[in-house]
C-alpha cells in the first residue's frame, strides 16, 4: 500500500534562518506531488506542484522554493525565513493528474518562525 | 474566477443532533467534489468524494453528501453527532479541464460537538 511520510512533524526556526521539509511517497511510482499551506483562518494554499522529476510549478510568488530531486521525494526549502513563513505545511500526492484521483495528505509539518 | 464557498467557519451541535457542513461551488460546469476532515495537528483525511456517478454519495463515519446541480451546492450531513466528529471539515471541488486540474478548497468549518 501507499504511504506518505513528512519530517520534520514540528519546527521552530527564528527569522532569517533556512528551511528544509521533506516529503517521501512509497508504494507508488510516478507520482503528481503537492505543497500546500494551511494558515490559520485561511483554509489551504496551494504552494507547488510537480509531474515528475526536476519539474516544478509555483502557484504563488513567495519566499518558498521546491525541489524534486528523486520520483517520491519533494522538498520545501527556504534561504530566509519570514514570520509569515508561519503554518501548517501539508505535502500530498495523486496519480495523474488530479480528477477523480484523490489527494492523499502526509500528517504536515507545523512550522512557527520566531 | 471559480471558488468554493463554505458557509460557516464553526458549527456547533449537540451530541446525536444532525450535522450539516455546508458547500456551494461556483460553475455551472459539474465539477469532482470532495470532503476532506481534519483532526488537530493531522493532515486531511477523504470523507467522499463524488466522481458524476450517483448524486448522493455515502462515505466514512456515517457521512453523506448530496451534489445538486441546480443549487451548485455539495452539503455534507450525518444524522446522529458523536463526540469523535469533532474535527474541521474542508469541501474541496475540481473543475475538469484538458490540462492539469487544480483542487480548489474551501477555507474549512470547524466542528464542534456537545456533550
Redesign the interface.
Known sequence: SQTIH?WPATLVQPVGSPLSLECTVEGTSNPNLYWYRQAA????Q?LF?S?GIGQI?S?VPQNLSASRPQDRQFILSSKKLLLSDSG?Y?C?WTIG????N???????S?LTVL | AQSVTQLG?HVSVSEGALVLLRCNYSSSVPP?L?W?VQYP??????LL?Y?SAATLVKGINGFEAEFKKSETSFHLTKPSAHMSDAAEY?C?V?W?SG?????T????TKLQVIP
Open positions: 513528512q483562518g485561511r483554509g489551504l496551494l506542484y509531474v510549478s502557484e501548517f501539508l500530498a493528474a488530479a480528477g477523480a484523490v489527494l492523499t495528505f502526509g500528517a504536515g507545523r | 467557519s469532482y470532495f476532506y495537528n493531522q493532515g486531511l483525511q477523504l468524494k466522481t474542508f474541496a475540481i475538469p490540462g492539469y486540474q487544480k483542487v478548497f474551501g477555507i474549512g
